[in-house]
């Protein structure tokens, strides 16, 4: 059991579709309206029926107020990291410090392919990641003297300029399932973030990923709590108590929610849905609910 001590929040993950272009950014205006403290939205520029993701989270900054914003996850082998940097630190000034950035090694190799990028192997593409954060943190980091190199494999910078710092120190997530990334995300990541639907034991996985993550911050002289632990979530509201993982009523979904969060340290937990009714019960019910019940056995 790892109970990591982080107060809970709560999030949306929201298809960008191209065909309805303002329907996005209406469930994000749901998902503040909801209480959510995050939208997120998914990013696979190759699919032409997907709007641009880092657009829309522009659009939706400016559209919101207090809502935190992120990509779920970024694909980093078409966002050059030294312009995904200064993005990220503009958007983070003009939305007053609300940007967070999740970040993916790549998948769907052949579309990554189509549109001009560089088809990795798995290891050179954890490699990448590790590069691309360096060159990330390493241009918001004006404090720092002189201009940033990083000599690397798959990134190289030579003499960039630092800057603009982002407003806040913007976390990095990794979204991470294989030993090497979860290793990856314990060295160097604010937070781990992957998809419960993609766990092969449902939430029992995260166990022994969790200590993965954990030896690997260990062994970097970092307490395994300063990796927050992410969730995407999906299942069914119904009137009824459910018969199975987050299926059924508000309490059924915020006691299991609590049990993941009590056993396994998640701590943000972000619903997959683009139905309105799904992101208001999640934030006006569940959240607070869940929220109550770990408060509670935390004291306890």
Same mark, same amino acid.
């Given at each position: 059991?790892?109970?990591?001590?982080?107060?809970?929040?709560?999030?949306?993950?929201?298809?960008?579709?191209?065909?309805?272009?303002?329907?996005?950014?209406?469930?994000?205006?749901?998902?503040?309206?909801?209480?959510?403290?995050?939208?997120?939205?998914?990013?696979?520029?190759?699919?032409?029926?997907?709007?641009?993701?880092?657009?829309?989270?522009?659009?939706?900054?400016?559209?919101?107020?207090?809502?935190?914003?992120?990509?779920?996850?970024?694909?980093?082998?078409?966002?050059?990291?030294?312009?995904?940097?200064?993005?990220?630190?503009? +958007?983070?000034?003009?939305?007053?410090?609300?940007v967070e950035l999740g970040l993916g090694a790549?998948?769907?190799?052949?579309?990554?392919?189509?549109?001009?990028?560089?088809? +990795?192997?798995?290891?050179?593409? *954890?490699?990448?990641?590790?590069?691309? *954060?360096?060159?990330?943190?390493? +241009?918001?980091?004006?404090?720092?003297?002189?201009?940033?190199?990083?000599?690397?494999?798959?990134?190289?910078?030579?003499?960039?300029?630092?800057?603009?710092?982002?407003?806040?120190?913007?976390?990095?997530?990794?979204?991470?399932?294989?030993?090497?990334?979860?290793?990856?995300?314990?060295? @160097?990541?604010?937070?781990?973030?992957?998809?419960?639907?993609?766990?092969?034991?449902?939430?029992?996985?995260?166990?022994?990923?969790?200590?993965? @993550?954990?030896?690997?911050?260990?062994?970097?002289?970092?307490?395994?709590?300063?990796?927050?632990?992410? +969730?995407?979530?999906?299942?069914?509201?119904?009137?009824?108590?459910?018969?199975?993982?987050?299926?059924?009523?508000?309490?059924?979904?915020?006691?299991q929610i609590a049990d993941i969060a009590l056993?396994?340290?998640?701590?943000?937990? @972000?619903?997959?849905?683009?139905?309105?009714?799904?992101?208001?019960?999640?934030?006006?019910? *569940?959240?607070?609910?869940?929220?109550?019940?770990?408060?509670?056995?935390?004291?306890?």
């Amino acid at each position: 059991m790892s109970d990591y001590g982080h107060a809970l929040w709560f999030g949306s993950f929201i298809t960008p579709v191209a065909g309805r272009p303002q329907a996005p950014v209406e469930l994000a205006l749901t998902s503040e309206r909801a209480g959510l403290d995050l939208v997120s939205f998914q990013d696979h520029p190759y699919q032409s029926q997907f709007q641009d993701t880092w657009t829309l989270m522009s659009y939706v900054a400016a559209r919101t107020e207090r809502i935190r914003i992120s990509g779920n996850v970024l694909n980093l082998p078409l966002r050059p990291p030294a312009v995904l940097a200064r993005a990220a630190a503009s +958007l983070d000034r003009l939305s007053g410090g609300r940007v967070e950035l999740g970040l993916g090694a790549g998948a769907f190799w052949d579309g990554i392919a189509a549109m001009g990028g560089r088809r +990795l192997e798995p290891g050179q593409a *954890v490699q990448a990641v590790e590069e691309a *954060v360096d060159v990330i943190r390493g +241009l918001w980091a004006t404090d720092e003297t002189g201009p940033l190199r990083v000599t690397g494999e798959f990134y190289t910078v030579t003499g960039a300029k630092r800057g603009p710092a982002p407003a806040h120190r913007i976390p990095i997530h990794l979204g991470a399932y294989k030993p090497r990334m979860l290793r990856l995300t314990g060295r @160097i990541a604010d937070g781990w973030l992957p998809s419960l639907g993609f766990l092969p034991q449902g939430p029992a996985s995260l166990a022994a990923m969790n200590e993965r @993550i954990d030896e690997a911050a260990s062994a970097a002289g970092r307490p395994p709590a300063a990796v927050s632990r992410l +969730l995407n979530l999906s299942g069914r509201f119904t009137s009824g108590s459910g018969g199975g993982l987050l299926e059924g009523g508000s309490d059924d979904w915020a006691e299991q929610i609590a049990d993941i969060a009590l056993q396994y340290g998640v701590s943000g937990f @972000i619903l997959a849905s683009d139905k309105p009714a799904d992101l208001n019960l999640f934030g006006h019910e *569940v959240a607070p609910r869940a929220r109550e019940l770990v408060h509670s056995e935390r004291g306890a």
